[in-house]
C-alpha cells in the first residue's frame, strides 16, 4: 500500500496486536445479528456503546500513559480494541441468554446441520463476499492516496470516519428495515415487503441530502478540526465535503436496497454488481482521475461516488423488477407462484 517507513513500524505492530480481536469481532457480528433478529436492538446499541466507550477510554490510557502506565503509541490503541471486543462478546452472550432463554453450549459449535448451514452461506457468503470487495477496493484506493503523500493519506483517514458519521443513519434505517423485512418476508407477506423498501428509500434519501447539505456547509469544518488543525488538511477535505452532497445519496440506494435484497434471499446479484462497479468503475477511474489528471485525493473520491451510484441505481431497479420476488415465491411456494404475483401486480 505504499506506506512510509515512519508509518510502517507502527502499523506492523497494530496489526499484530489487532488479530486477537478477530474471533470476538466475528462472534460480535453474529451475536448482535441474532439480538436483531429477534427485536432486540437497542440491546445491541448499548454493547456496541459499552465497547466503544471502554477502546476510547483505553486509547487515553495507552496513547498517553496515564495511570501510570507506559505510553504505547498505536500498540495501545490495538490492545485496547482487543480489551473491548472481548468485553462486548461477554455481554452479548449473556443479553442473548437473558432475553431469548437461547443457552448455547461448547459442544453445540462442533454440531453441523448441513442443510441450514447451506442456506445460512447461500445468504452470508454472497454478502461477506461483497463486503470483501469494498474492503479490497478501499485498501487498492488508499494505496494511491498513499502515492501522494503523507498529508492526503492523513485527509483521505480523518475525512472517512466523518463520513461514518453521515452514514449511521441510513446504516440505521437499513438494518431497521432489513429486519421488518425479514419478519415480512417469513409471514409472507410481500406486498408489504416490496412497499416498504420504497417508503424506507424514500425517507433515507431525503435525510441523507439534508445531512449532506449540513455537514459540507455546517458541521463538516468544525467536525474536522476537532481532529486535525492543519490548514492544508483543511483545503484538501473541503472539495470532499462538496463532493459529499453528490455521493451520500447514492450511497443510500446500496446501503438500504442491499440490506432488503438479503433479508428476502437475493444475495448474489448486489455481489455481482458490486465486483463489476467497483472493479470496472471505482478504481480505474479513481486511479485516472486521481492519478493520471492529478486531480489527487477528489479524483480518487469521485471514483467512489461513481461506484455508489452506478451500484445504487443497479439496486433500486432490481427490487423494482420484482425478480426477487419470483425466486422468494417459488422457492417457499412454488404452487401459488402465479396467485400471488398477479395480487402484486394488481397492487392487492
Request: charge should be positive.
Amino acid at each position: 500500500m505504499q506506506i512510509g517507513p515512519d508509518l510502517r513500524a507502527g502499523s506492523q505492530k497494530y496489526l499484530l496486536i489487532i488479530i486477537l480481536a478477530l474471533v470476538p469481532e466475528a462472534l460480535n457480528l453474529v451475536l448482535a445479528s441474532i439480538l436483531r433478529g429477534f427485536g432486540y436492538t437497542r440491546e445491541s446499541m448499548l454493547v456496541s456503546l459499552a465497547v466503544n466507550t471502554i477502546t476510547v477510554v483505553g486509547n487515553l490510557i495507552f496513547l498517553f500513559g496515564f495511570l501510570g502506565l507506559p505510553k504505547m503509541g498505536v500498540a495501545g490503541v490495538a490492545l485496547s480494541t482487543v480489551i473491548g471486543r472481548i468485553i462486548g462478546t461477554f455481554l452479548l452472550f449473556k443479553i442473548l441468554s437473558n432475553r431469548t432463554k437461547i443457552k448455547v453450549k461448547m459442544n453445540q459449535m462442533l454440531l453441523w446441520n448441513k442443510n441450514l448451514v447451506k442456506r445460512i452461506l447461500g445468504i452470508g457468503l454472497p454478502g461477506a463476499g461483497e463486503n470483501l470487495s469494498w474492503h479490497m477496493q478501499f485498501m487498492v484506493c488508499t494505496s494511491f492516496v498513499a502515492s501522494l503523500g503523507d498529508i492526503y493519506l492523513s485527509t483521505h483517514a480523518i475525512y472517512f470516519q466523518i463520513c461514518i458519521f453521515i452514514m449511521l443513519f441510513a446504516q440505521s434505517l437499513a438494518m431497521g428495515t432489513e429486519v421488518i423485512i425479514g419478519h415480512y418476508v417469513g409471514a409472507f407477506k410481500l406486498r408489504k415487503v416490496y412497499n416498504r423498501l420504497l417508503k424506507s428509500l424514500k425517507i433515507g434519501f431525503l435525510c441523507t441530502i439534508i445531512i449532506a447539505l449540513g455537514n459540507a456547509f455546517v458541521f463538516g469544518k468544525p467536525l474536522l478540526s476537532l481532529i486535525s488543525d492543519d490548514k492544508e488538511v483543511l483545503e484538501i477535505a473541503k472539495n470532499l465535503f462538496l463532493l459529499s452532497i453528490i455521493m451520500e445519496p447514492g450511497r443510500i440506494f446500496n446501503i438500504i436496497v442491499i440490506n432488503s435484497l438479503r433479508a428476502t434471499g437475493d444475495a448474489k446479484f448486489p455481489l455481482v454488481m458490486a465486483l463489476i462497479s467497483m472493479w470496472g468503475i471505482s478504481i480505474p477511474l479513481g486511479y485516472f482521475l486521481g492519478i493520471y489528471c492529478e486531480l489527487g485525493l477528489l479524483g480518487i473520491w469521485i471514483g467512489f461516488c461513481a461506484d455508489e451510484w452506478f451500484r445504487g441505481i443497479s439496486m433500486y431497479i432490481r427490487w423494482k423488477s420484482r425478480i426477487w420476488e419470483k425466486k422468494l415465491v417459488l422457492t417457499k411456494r412454488p404452487n401459488l407462484y402465479q396467485f400471488a404475483h398477479q395480487k402484486l401486480v394488481n397492487g392487492k
